[in-house]
């Protein structure tokens, strides 16, 4: 079974751009490996929450610019 593990910031996508990834990523599978793969894609879509990652010491806190009107 292809499986995609995304992390994106909290509040980062809407849920209309969460499905686009979905159906975008599952169709990257089914051009590797067939349209035998399709019902057996599986995306994870996980949010990390403000001040749950870093990057060079720093902890990352999306700023309000960033975040996607639902």
């Known amino acids: 079974m292809p499986f995609a593990n995304i992390k994106v910031p909290q509040a980062a996508l809407s849920t209309v751009q ?9 169709d990257i599978f089914v051009d590797y490996f067939s349209e035998a793969a399709r019902p057996h894609t599986m995306v994870l879509i996980e949010e990390v929450p403000d001040g749950g990652y870093g990057r060079a010491d720093e902890v990352f806190i999306i700023p309000e ?3 996607a009107a639902n």
């Open 65 to 67: 610019a960033y975040r």
């Open 18 to 26: 969460k499905e686009e990834i979905i159906h975008r990523i599952t």
